[in-house]
C-alpha cells in the first residue's frame, strides 16, 4: 500500500504560477504522474513521468505551460504550473501506477491522493 499526500493547491489570478507537490508513504519506481477534474467533467490526465526522471508526457492542453518532476530520494513527485488559465481550475490528482516504470503513453493509476484545489481567477 502507497499513500500518495498533495499540497500547494490555492486560488491565483490568470497568468499566475502554482507548484503542487505530491509526498508517497514510501520510496517508489514507479511512473507517476497528475490528473485533474473540473466540476461537472471527467477527470484527465495531465502529465506523467518515468522512475527516474527523464522520461515525461503532457496533455497537450498544458505542454509548454506545466512541468512535473520528481525527487525519489524525498518521495516526492512536483507539478510546477505556469500561465495558468482558468480553464485550468480543478481538483488536481496525485497518482502513481506500480504496472510501469516507464513511460509511453497515458499512465494506469492504481493510486490516487486525496486531490488539492487550484482556483484561477479571471
Known amino acids: 500500500q502507497v499513500q500518495l499526500v498533495e499540497s500547494g493547491g490555492g486560488l491565483v489570478q490568470t497568468g499566475g504560477s502554482l507548484r503542487l507537490s505530491c509526498v508517497a508513504s514510501?520510496?517508489?519506481?514507479?511512473?507517476m504522474g497528475w490528473f485533474r477534474q473540473a466540476p461537472g467533467k471527467e477527470r484527465e490526465f495531465v502529465a506523467a513521468?518515468?522512475?527516474?526522471?527523464?522520461?515525461?508526457l503532457y496533455a497537450d492542453s498544458v505542454k509548454g505551460r506545466f512541468t512535473i518532476s520528481r525527487d525519489n530520494a524525498k518521495k516526492m513527485v512536483y507539478l510546477q504550473m505556469n500561465s495558468l488559465k482558468p480553464e485550468d481550475t480543478a481538483v488536481y490528482y496525485c497518482?502513481?501506477?506500480?504496472?510501469?516504470?516507464?513511460?509511453?503513453?497515458?499512465?494506469?493509476?492504481?493510486?490516487w491522493g486525496q486531490g488539492t484545489q487550484v482556483t484561477v481567477s479571471s
Open positions: 513521468i518515468n522512475w527516474s526522471g527523464g522520461n515525461t
Open positions: 514510501r520510496r517508489t519506481f514507479s511512473a
Open positions: 497518482a502513481l501506477d506500480t504496472s510501469r516504470n516507464v513511460v509511453t503513453g497515458e499512465i494506469t493509476p492504481d493510486y
